[in-house]
């Protein structure tokens, strides 16, 4: 989750034919892009705050993002023979500096809300374009009532559960940061095994659930578990936005 200001991301110098930010003025063309997401994500445990984005397309060679007012953030392009095949999704993640040096207060300055356009160059030459709309409210932290846990994996012996008694459960969101009155359209929770090592791989056992906003409990299976292993829980309360909070804990399993 990386960030500047001024800049979400530029991974290779301009190497395309065309420059994809010139698509920015294609009306109201939309060929080649199905989602296109910006959002807010801000972990309460640890006090930092992000912006992530989404794009899913057909085959592009090059993007670009520019805010409301224009300002052009970012640029992406391919070459050789990813450039060729061509990038069908892209996910990104912003530096989240710590609350001292960057924060919600911040990220509101220099983030305006709106529409956000993006521009892509596909691979047999067409401009597709797209909007991604962008907001700052963003939920208060979901409060975790159970399982009980600590703040820190090394403390983790001291919030024991038996495999068969894990049941995560938290008080609904209600508010934004703001004060604004988020419409929550979910929850996630997350567990996942520590310690676990696969550094080429991703057989990190992980158990992830969306589940719909009335629901404030969710048993988790026995059989997910291995005594004696220390495991992260995350509770997100997901915005209509797409903005999501996290709460962050962590347990041992007996």
Known sequence: MRLAATAILVLCPAMAAADPCDGLSASGATQGVEEARLIIEYNATDDDIGVHGYVSTGAWAAMCLAAPDGTILGRLETAGPLGDLGLDTMFFESREPPAAEWDYDDLRAAFAEGSYRIAVQNVD???????????????????ILGPPIVDDEEEAEAATVPADAVAVSWAPVTTSLDGRAPRITGYQVIVTKEGHADPDGFSKPIFDVRVGPEVTRLPVPAAFFDAGEIYELEVLALEASGNQTISVGFFMVE
């Open 125 to 143: 030459g067409s401009v597709g374009t797209a909007t991604a709309r962008f907001t700052t409210l963003v939920p208060t932290p979901p409060e």
